[in-house]
DNA sequence: GTCTATGTTTGCGG
DNA sequence: TCCGCAAACATAGA
């Protein structure tokens, strides 16, 4: 569910809420394959005691820095969403882990679809070291860009979707970047005009800039949209041009966007403004 | 009942 | 090795 905007918003409102600081008193895990690696006991045994000394984002990964040397990752997959409760409330169903504080409050992960999971390990790297760079990140320049491309041929979409590639893009924002950039999602990656790569540098950058500027974007009301914690939606659906636009007007010529299937994944495209290769 | 879903991983065949 | 494709994970909502 949530691309690099979404977890991001949620980071911040975690900082803002005041978590840095709050140890971790007890554990609760009603669904074990919610955390991968460890079978529960290890988990609320390793995680207990331990004081939050950072939150912050990679890629899609939450990760809580638990000093001096434990971090917990956690990724939201497709439904996931962290809640900050007053402790001791009623449980609801889809509320796998629960992680009391000694502030009074209870960081909750709630997933309905169960694809979430938290990993616990000792060297962050361990599992965000095959991530790709951070398309925010000053380092991250046309000219990589244009590296990273040419040493690949595969069709953009996909390329873009994959976080080995590039960390925290999935299908909004590549969409998103796509049709500002103008190219179509399956154009080779290594076929792209040096033009073509500027372009799309700055589209990625642009959508997601804009996205946390409405901090993410929230589809609807169900279980498994985006929320970030207490429940609060982000407006970036209103800034949409051709996500789940199915049939509406290219915001540039007019055309009825149209949707595909490119990767095994929804992908909506204005086929006038995005040309098949 | 049917179709779709903001994600990632694995296994297969070219 | 690289690439694309299908399936798996598990559930809700339209």
Redesign the pocket.
Known sequence: ???LP?VQTIVDDLLAAGLPGAAVTAVAVHWP?SVAGLNVCEFAERLSGRRISGIRRR??FIVFDLAPDLHLLV?L??SGRLLLVAGGGELS??QHVIIALDDGRELRFHD????GRMYLVAEAGERLGRLGPEPLARGFTARRLAEGLGG????LK??L?D?SFIAGL???YVDEALWDARLHPCRRSDSLAAGEVVALHRAIRKVLRRGLRNNG??????????NSIGEKPGSNREALRVFRRTGLACPRCRSPIA?IIV????THICPRCQTAP
Do not use: V, W, Y
């Not at 309905?112 to 694809?115: I, L, S």
């Not at 929230?218 to 985006?226: E, V």
């Open positions: 569910m949530p691309e979404e394959r890629g899609k990724h997959r497709m169903p889809h309905p679809r169960k694809f690949r041929k595969r069709s996909p390329l979707l976080q999935g299908n909004i974007t929230s589809l609807g009301a169900g279980q498994s949209n985006f949707r990767g095994q994944r929804s």
